[in-house]
């Protein structure tokens, strides 16, 4: 351990004022400099754990590996993969050492995942094996519906099923093609360097091929399942997923009333459960469309009500969705947001790289209408004044570093502001929000990302233990489930230790 990583390791947890201005001789300059960085540390997230015997072998481990593999980047950045933009380095981080030990922690929970972008584009194209797939293009988009005969819906073109068309050309083409469609991985640099609105415009039409394959009851059943198996085996235990009011169809073309869809993820879930009797379960947090108009946020409140009240074990409460910069601000639906004070809030705000313009105020209004948590933050590390009340209020702050790297917020990610969150003593938790749409791991890349490169490079086993700790404290479990999550959380934890200290890294 170097004499840094013994300092950041042992600092007591008393708070020191800041009494140093200057130092005129060396002693005083040394014994300064160290009281400024252990007063700076104390701050941070993850200085108020004390490390046990295991937690402290383990850590020496972590933080040599950790050393060894930034050790040549100021030397040579050209080989420093976080100053490049993620696609170009995701596939190399399962390589990591690091990357192995965080990939089998437990991370507690996963606050902010949005349900329909959980899997990867492999996963999606397996689904369009299913039978009863109608394909019709329109222009060169292809839109999709399951049915027991030819829809009945309008296409420019002629619904034909999918197996036809695909066995009409190369296979392996036309499967190469439509799993395109399903990702915004790209690896062209030109592809990559592109703007933020039309990186949206890209997910916006993810979005649009996806949502008729897994709105079909039969494949969204399998399609949740192996949701939270992915979660699970990246060992987390507990999810709050953000949905819309999706109706659930047949092959009959019927539709379910909104509310079946948390009906169905309640009884996947507990079929789940009785396969993974450690795992905790999942809430929802039902969102529109900042794109809605105030009638539209009114409707969706009711029927997020009436949710409330037939399935309060699945709620956690109501937010808005898309893209801030383009959509409406939390501003314009005031009368109906005021209105549903009998529902918590868990706000997306300030996802944008703008300050002063309504998307970056949408952190305002969050904090304003009591938003529980805050999704994304991405500007309040610009306004100290909110994020001084941020911390006050112990709002959590759902910070999402591959999303923003990914949907064109932030490159290097150095620069991304969780590092100001966390040297701030933000109450931070870290999440995916849509892990399938970039292929990234469910928790474990945004975990590795997070600890390698924005956080400070003295942060160990300490921030990673803090934040899994942040996402159950600040879930919308109940006292009862919580508990329980931490107990799981504290027994997968011994067993991380001794699994670490018997691996040959
Ligand atoms: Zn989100």
Redesign the pocket.
């Known amino acids: 351990m170097t004499r840094a990583q013994k300092m950041h390791a042992y600092i007591p947890i008393t708070v020191l004022w800041l009494t140093v201005i200057s130092a005129r001789t060396l002693d005083d300059y040394e014994r300064n400099k160290t009281s400024l960085l252990e007063q700076e540390a104390i701050v941070s997230v993850g200085a108020g754990l004390r490390l046990s015997e295991d937690e402290l072998q383990v850590n020496n481990i972590l933080m040599t590996l950790k050393d060894e593999e930034n050790k040549n980047s100021i030397a040579n950045p050209e080989n420093y993969n976080f100053t490049k933009h993620y696609f170009t380095y995701r596939d190399q981080i399962e390589k990591s050492r690091v990357y192995q030990i965080i990939k089998r922690m437990p991370k507690g929970a996963a606050l902010?995942?949005?349900s329909t972008f959980v899997l990867d584009e492999e996963y999606m194209l397996s689904l369009t094996y299913e039978d009863h797939l109608y394909g019709c293009y329109v222009g060169t988009d292809l839109k999709l519906r399951f049915s027991d005969g030819v829809p009945q819906r309008p296409c420019p073109t002629n619904w034909t099923l999918l197996s036809e068309l695909r066995n009409a050309t190369d296979v392996e083409q036309f499967d190469s093609e439509l799993k395109k469609r399903f990702t915004l991985y790209c690896r062209d640099q030109k592809d990559i360097d592109t703007d933020i609105n039309a990186v949206w415009n890209h997910f916006d039409s993810i979005h649009s091929i996806t949502k008729p394959l897994i709105t079909y009851r039969p494949v969204r059943e399998k399609y949740i399942y192996e949701s939270l198996k992915r979660f699970y085996d990246d060992n987390v235990m507990y999810i709050e997923m953000?949905s819309g009011f999706h109706r659930l169809y047949e092959l009959d073309g019927s539709e379910y009333d909104p509310t079946f869809l948390v009906r169905l993820h309640m009884d996947v879930t507990k079929r789940f459960i009785e396969d993974h009797p450690d795992f905790i379960g999942i809430k929802f947090i039902l969102t529109k469309h900042r794109s809605a108009n105030i009638k539209d946020i009114q409707e969706a409140v009711s029927v997020a009500r009436k949710i409330k009240t037939e399935y309060p074990h699945m709620f956690a409460g109501f937010?808005l969705?898309g893209q801030e910069d383009v959509g409406r601000p939390l501003s314009e639906f005031l009368p109906a947001l005021l209105d549903a004070n009998d529902m918590d809030f868990f706000f997306?705000a300030g996802?944008t790289n703008w300050l002063g313009m309504q998307s970056d105020e949408n952190l305002i209004d969050a904090i304003l209408l009591g938003t529980k948590r805050i999704?994304?933050g991405y500007a309040l590390a610009k306004h100290p004044v909110l994020m001084s009340l941020v911390k006050k209020k112990d709002i959590a702050v759902?910070v999402?570093v591959i999303?923003n790297a990914v949907l064109a917020l932030s490159r290097d990610v150095r620069n991304h502001p969780l590092a100001i969150f966390l040297s701030f003593g933000l109450p931070v938790v870290l999440s995916s929000?849509?892990p399938g749409v970039w292929g990234a791991a469910p928790l474990s890349h945004d975990f590795y990302v997070a600890f390698m490169a924005v956080a400070n490079q003295h942060s160990d086993l300490r921030l990673l233990k803090q934040l899994a700790i942040n996402s159950i404290r600040y879930s919308a479990l109940e006292n009862r489930r919580k508990t329980r999550l931490f107990k799981v959380f504290n027994k997968r934890w011994s067993e991380f230790l001794k699994e670490v200290l018997a691996m040959s890294l």
């Open positions: 902010h995942v949005h953000r937010d969705v997306h996802e999704g994304h759902e999402n999303s929000d849509d």
